[in-house]
């Protein structure tokens, strides 16, 4: 038997045995990865929807991200049926928190323990604030070029003229704009309008705020452009024989002239001719005035004149 041992042919056999167990054993073991490799995928579900737990009714919680991504790795049957399905929520659980910064967890539920599971963000910086309410008064406002050339703004009437805004107690503070814009399109007329409300801060960054309600009704008041000029009385003609004109007086000092800008502030006085040739007594008379040229219109086609007659020295003689 110890001659068998000592055989060197033995232990070539032997050797080389063993070599050809050994193979097979090692090339076993690769052929079992590669069938685990080929089962195994990665694959990334995008854009899947945060849900936040907390309160609601009395905090506001900043800094949270809508969607995240999820990634998972394992079986290529347990990947493919998450994707399929998206039967699994992501979350984030705040009611233990207190009012301030903090750095969270996202956190998943009903995903396969089979499969590896990352979330981008994994975590996040939030901050809870305390939820206010607080009344602002709406400003409106209409950009005037939109408005015809002639015409002006002479008002913005807002309703309701307060709105209710509820948000996070430091951006309500940050509030420095309440504001409703209004359109036009070479306006003329008064006309209303639904604008919706916006929330600026003092560098006019729009707030991420409730606003209750969310549109305002304005009513813009357009009209042409007038200014009140004063009247100077001129006299037309001679009065009748044996009469004369001891004093005339508009019973209006001024009137209103209606037209192009540059046109009407040009315009000093509107001169009223009253011809003195058609009276016969003391009384009050209607002298029409004529529109000068350029402008559209006057506040009225003639005005009233006060006139003082009397009898000349050789009439009663």
Do not use: C
């Not at 044996?242 to 004093?247: E, F, T, Y």
């Not at 540059?262 to 003195?276: G, L, Q």
């Amino acid at each position: 038997m110890d001659k068998m041992i000592d055989s060197p042919w033995v232990l070539r056999i032997t050797s080389l045995a063993l070599a050809i167990l050994l193979f097979f054993s090692v090339r076993s073991e690769i052929n079992s990865n590669e069938r685990l490799a080929v089962n195994e995928q990665e694959d990334v579900i995008r854009d899947v929807p945060v849900e936040v737990y907390y309160d609601t009714d009395n905090l506001i919680v900043t800094g949270i991200p809508s969607v995240v991504d999820v990634r998972i790795k394992g079986p290529m049957q347990d990947v493919l049926k998450v994707k399929a399905s998206r039967d699994f929520k992501v979350f984030i659980d705040l009611n233990r928190l207190l009012i301030g910064e903090h750095k969270v967890k996202l956190q998943y539920e009903n995903i396969s323990r089979k499969l590896d599971v990352e979330l981008d963000p994994a975590t996040v910086d939030i901050k809870i604030e305390e939820r206010v309410t607080k009344e602002f008064k709406v400003e409106a406002e209409m950009n005037r070029q939109t408005i015809a050339e002639g015409f002006v703004l002479k008002g913005l009437n807002v309703t309701p003229p307060n709105v209710f805004i509820t948000g996070a107690k430091s951006t309500i503070d940050s509030i420095s704009y309440v504001k409703a814009t209004v359109a036009g399109d070479n306006s003329k007329e008064h006309f209303t309008q639904n604008a919706d409300v916006r929330v600026l801060d003092k560098e006019l960054n729009k707030l991420d705020v409730e606003v209750n309600p969310k549109t305002v009704k304005v009513d813009i008041d357009i009209s042409e452009y007038s200014r009140d000029v004063p009247i100077t009385l001129t006299q037309k003609g001679k009065p009748k024989s044996g009469l004369q004109i001891d004093d005339m007086k508009a019973e209006q000092r001024f009137i209103t002239v209606y037209g192009t800008k540059s046109i009407v502030d040009a315009i000093t006085t509107i001169e009223v001719p009253v011809d003195v040739a058609k009276f016969t007594e003391s009384k009050t008379y209607n002298v029409p005035i004529t529109k000068p040229e350029g402008i559209s219109k006057l506040g009225a086609d003639a005005i009233k004149v006060k006139v003082q007659i009397s009898k000349t020295a050789e009439e009663t003689e």
